[in-house]
């Protein structure tokens, strides 16, 4: 494995980790929060739960391809992403705050790999998370302006 490839694989994983926890910390908000009373973000989030899950297991293929190696614990992923998670979001806005640092904190990881790691040869790879930055800007604007209609019921 190349010092190139080690890069990217360890890029890659800890990518997978932040997508790993920015899931299920999204899980958690849809879990506190009711569909009800926020219809449009609720539908926006679980879009991005399922959009994260194919994302998962794209990394977790690429990193497979170029002989990574996996974290196998929760614990290992919590400890291999860039942010904490869900830890201290007691509110709603809490957690909408955090889901957005933590994808904004994605599009920063996903744009320092692409600037460190050469694609010349893998022109793939970089169309790869250049739509994987793409998606969690999009995401992002998309949970803001669900986040501005009023609940149900007002």
Same mark, same amino acid.
């Given at each position: 494995m190349t010092d190139t490839v080690k890069v990217y694989c360890g890029g890659l994983v800890r990518l997978l980790a932040d997508h790993f926890l920015l899931s299920y910390s999204i899980r958690v908000f849809l879990w506190r929060?009711?569909? &009800?009373?926020?219809?449009?973000?609720? &539908?926006? !989030? $679980?879009?991005?739960?399922?959009? !994260?899950? $194919? #994302? #998962?297991e794209s990394l977790g293929c690429r990193i497979s391809q170029y002989g990574g190696r996996f974290p196998v614990h929760f614990g290992e992923l919590h400890d291999l992403a860039s942010f904490p998670g869900a830890e201290g979001w007691e509110t709603r806005e809490d957690l909408l705050q955090g889901i957005h640092a933590n994808h904004d904190q994605i599009i920063t990881n996903v744009a320092m790999l692409r600037a460190i790691v050469p694609f010349a040869d893998h022109p793939e790879e970089d169309a790869f998370l250049r739509t994987l930055g793409d998606f969690h800007e999009t995401t992002n604007a998309c949970l803001r302006a669900s986040n501005t209609a009023p609940p149900s019921g007002s």
């Amino acid at each position: 494995m190349t010092d190139t490839v080690k890069v990217y694989c360890g890029g890659l994983v800890r990518l997978l980790a932040d997508h790993f926890l920015l899931s299920y910390s999204i899980r958690v908000f849809l879990w506190r929060e009711t569909a &009800e009373a926020h219809p449009a973000m609720s &539908e926006v !989030l $679980r879009q991005d739960c399922d959009q !994260l899950g $194919r #994302i #998962i297991e794209s990394l977790g293929c690429r990193i497979s391809q170029y002989g990574g190696r996996f974290p196998v614990h929760f614990g290992e992923l919590h400890d291999l992403a860039s942010f904490p998670g869900a830890e201290g979001w007691e509110t709603r806005e809490d957690l909408l705050q955090g889901i957005h640092a933590n994808h904004d904190q994605i599009i920063t990881n996903v744009a320092m790999l692409r600037a460190i790691v050469p694609f010349a040869d893998h022109p793939e790879e970089d169309a790869f998370l250049r739509t994987l930055g793409d998606f969690h800007e999009t995401t992002n604007a998309c949970l803001r302006a669900s986040n501005t209609a009023p609940p149900s019921g007002s």
